[in-house]
C-alpha cells in the first residue's frame, strides 16, 4: 500500500504543451533548423507563426515568436532559426538534440497568410535571412500555386551560406516524389527563385531593394514590374528591409493589407532573439 508520503510526491516535472525534437540541423555557425512533433490540438495556416521555448532558470517558460517553416499538412513542425551566442533564447535552442522537449504554445497568429491577400496573377515573396521561414511553409502549400499563375521567391542574404536552407529546399520541392505530386508538376513550373547575397560573390550580388529600384530583377526574370492589378506580395526580414521593401511596393501601387482587410501585401519582422 503507498503510504500518504509516496502518494504527495509530485510526478516527474513535464514541461507544459511540451513536444518532442525530432531533428536538427545546423546550416552555418550562425543558422539551424530543427523539426519537432505536432501538439495534436495544433491547426494553423502556412505562413503563421507561434511562440515556443524552453523552461527558464525562473521556472517560467521563456518563449518567442517563430515562424512555421512546414506547410499545415505535414504531420511535424519545422522552424528555422538564428544562433545568437547571447541570445536568451536562440543561445541555448541551438543546443537542441533529438529528443529533447520544446515547448510549443497552440494559438497560431500571423499576417502572412493567403487571407490577407486579394486575388492577384502573381505572388512574390520576398525575405532575407531568417525570414524564409514563412515562405518555406508557403512554399511547400499547394494553395500557393492554386491561386497564382507565378509564385516568385527572393532571397537576400549577406553570405552565400546563408542561401543554403532555402537552396536545399527549393530543390527539394521540385524534386521530392511526395511534393511534386502534392503540389503537382504543373504548378511547380510557376515556382521562381531568385537568390541574391550583398557580401560575398555570388551569381547575383545585391539587395533586392535596389535590384527593384534598378529593375534589374524584371529584366532577369523577364516580366513586367511590379502592379496593383497583377502583383501581391509577401515581406519578411529585418526591420530595415522591411521598412523600405514597403516604401517600393507603395510606389508600385500597391497597399498594405491585413486578415480582417485584404490587399496587396502584407509583412512580418523575422525572428530575433
Ligand atoms: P547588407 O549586407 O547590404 O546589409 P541581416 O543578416 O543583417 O539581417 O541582413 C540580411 C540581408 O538583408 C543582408 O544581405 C543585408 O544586406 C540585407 N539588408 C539589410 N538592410 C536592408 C535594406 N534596408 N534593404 C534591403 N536589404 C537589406
Redo the contacts with the bound molecule.
Sequence with gaps: EATVTELAKPKAPTLPDAQKITYVKHWTDRLFSFRVTRPASLRFRSGEFVMIGLMGDNGRPLLRAYSIASPSWDEELEFYSIKVQDGPLTSRLQHLEVGDELIIRPKPVGTLVHDALLPGKRIWFFA??TGFAPFASLLRDPQTYEDYDEVIITH???EVGELTYGAELIDSIRKDEMLVELIGAENLAKLRYYPT???EESPKMG???DLMRSGEVFKDLGIDPINQDNDRAMVC??L??NL?IKEILEEFGLREGANSDPKEYVVEKAFVD
Design positions: 532575407t535571412g537576400t542574404c549577406r547575397t550583398t557580401r539587395r533586392i531593394t526580414g529585418n530595415a528591409f523600405e
